[in-house]
């Protein structure tokens, strides 16, 4: 009798052993879900509150940005690029070599975002760069540009010119 | 040995970042702002803002980028350490045969790198799931090594141990991956029921090959400690002693290798050589590290081995001593994690923003009372894993937190507006504009009256005095009377009226031409000043255009998403415990089993040392006795 009474006793522990493991792995599956799906959710929030920003700091009528962008040049690799709009520095960014290989692939930067008023301006982009060999790169492009009651856009473009085998720099303007 | 199989392969691997998994080329965008940066923020590992643009690309519903979306929002999980929710993504593109929008080649490629990340996590079936869909003819040749490599180990994880030895045979012999694969399969071996002959020779073979890896001395201490271990473990002394006798004495592997190199001579009987590897460990490791406390006890074991009772009985008071210290030591750790002074300040230091698997945890603990056993600890996997989901939510807590304060400042903008515009309208500055401009262009128009009168003949007689009136009229009757003369007249009086007439005439003319020059400048002012009005006019109108629209809707949308963020920040809250008890258990838990094992260590040598005591005090007795008899 005593030997029946403590094989139910060993199994029954040994099933409770193994509810609560089962349970303990639920909970933590359930714990990484949750927090997966916070993650998920905050990142979302995130990108909302930005584009609210972006109507309510930067308003259609006057908004105004530049981007940056890079083809696969081979002669050339961006370390840095300053800005001034209407003769006065607004900004200036230095590259690292994850954001180098970002514009390399067909990304796109963001580099400047402002409110500008209707009427004449002029755009002035200093780009740093290396070239093959390694030596210091400086270039200036310079563009004038009118501003309407509408967004601009401008785009500083680092292309090759295939037939100079040599890198390109301009400002072109997204319509 | 299974985790010690896993240690080592993670020691093999590079580590290799999310954007690897999208193909090596370049992707023409054309001009599409959002899709330009999502891409720009993926590849530079920014993969928050990458999953955020992609989340605004879904929203778009802009079917022109079709499963290239998916791919992205699986990498950028990855990156953040959603590895279920990418694997949920992944296993559904696995199902597909093909990507439409990739070669060949750069599909491999694809492939080959999402193997790699699941394999990195831990997920052992997917990544093989993964690797067996790179197309081995279109890989890259310099990833055609570490590709078999992969395979193999994966292929001998799933218990295919002659798949993994057709991959292992693949590799280039004089390939790092080569090394690393002789490893893994020594270590296979030694799970498996393969003769001792075998695995001697798999280690042997690895060994002969670090040279061709990037940290050769490394691996070879680990590979050393690794073999000597086994052999020490199945009984094989003086391979043990071999290999262990290799391991570099300022290596991370150094600790372990003395005590088992101590324990291998004295199994060979070989007690004064024992205890020099003992004695350096003592001296040179803290005494937290758990193979310095086996130490502790092995020293006095091999005195008493070598007969010297009364310093083997020092040495297992020294032992007790030493251990009720770090039992003290981890009795107040044990407290500071319940007071939330253990695992915060690390926290505290993490830099805010930067969070997501590829984005290490900041350990540099400079202050921290617990540094040497945390260090310990944080070189379990496990651990560090859920000290990075901790991590990753105390940042996202900083993040939204902020995000609170910012709705705030935006509220206080569109209140600004607000006042701004009723300013607009109750300063009535365009009418006051308009009232202002009217009166200027009444002036400007009776100023050019004025000056019509003043200049209207350009000889400058307008601006003659009346007594040069009467002169130029006097000239203008003597020359009547001249003419009248006729030929009778002088020539002489002519030229000497026109002499007279010409400076009259030309002090006229010089008055002339500064009057004008005075009235010009006063004319530009007041031009300026009609420009100046109307400009202000425009732009007084434009802003009572655009005040109303820069804060309408805003007050909404702010409020909701304000209590957005409040609701996520509870719900965050609730989570960070949850994961903060996790992270505290794993701790606690060690923290007791190293209490545990060093209770044991001390009842042990307080057992030894009495043992010892009686023995010497017995043999003392017994040789009184006899003197006495």
Known sequence: MKAIQSLYLASFMAVAMLTSCLSFAANNASLDQEIEALKADVIELNQSLYELEEKLLFPATTSFAVFV?????????????????????????????EQIDALRRGGIQKLYTANLKPGLHKLTAVIDGKDEDGRPVQKTVVADFGKARSTKYLEIKISQNKKKQRPEFAIVEWK | MRWTLIFALMFASVSAHAEDL?????????????????????????????????????????????????????????????????EQTFNALMSKQKYSFVREETSAQAWFYMAKHFYQKGLWKSALRAMRKVSSAHIASNLKDEYHFYLATLELFAGNPKRADEHVLAIHPESEWATYAFLNVAVSYTERDIHISKVEAAFNKALSLVGNTRQPEHLADRINLMAGKFFYGTGRGRSAIRHLRNVNLESPYTPSALLTYGWALTEQWQYHDALQPWYMLKTAHSPLNQDVQETFIAIPHLLEKLNAKVLALGAFEFATEQYDLIHQQLENSAQRLNLGQFIEPILQQQTPGKWGSFEPVNLTLPQHPDRIYLKDVMNQGYFQGQLQTLRDLHVIGKQLRDALKEIDTFKQTVVTRKADLNDIKTSNALSEGREKLKQYQQRYRHLLRKIDRAFGAPDGSGLASEEEKQQLALFKDVKSKISKLGKSASPSYQKRLRRVEGVLKWSLAERYAERKKQVSSNLAVLENAIRTAKRQIALSHQAYKDAPNAYVGFDRKLKDLEQQHKDQLTKLNRVYEKQLAKVGGIVKKDIQKRQARVTNYALQARLAAARLYDETSNQHRVVEQGAMK
């Open chain 1, 69 to 97: 962008s890079m083809e696969a040049v081979k002669n050339f690799e961006i370390s840095g690029v300053k800005l001034n709009l209407d003769e006065e520095p607004v900004t200036a960014h230095i590259y690292s070599r």
């Open chain 2, 22 to 86: 999208l193909p090596d080329e370049r992707r023409e965008i054309k001009r599409d702002a959002l899709y330009g940066e999502a891409l720009f923020h993926l590849h530079s590992g920014r993969y928050d803002l990458a999953l955020a643009k992609n989340y605004a690309l879904r929203k778009r519903n802009q079917s022109r980028y079709g499963r290239v979306l998916d791919l992205h929002e699986a990498t950028a999980e990855l990156g953040l350490g959603m590895s279920r929710k990418a």
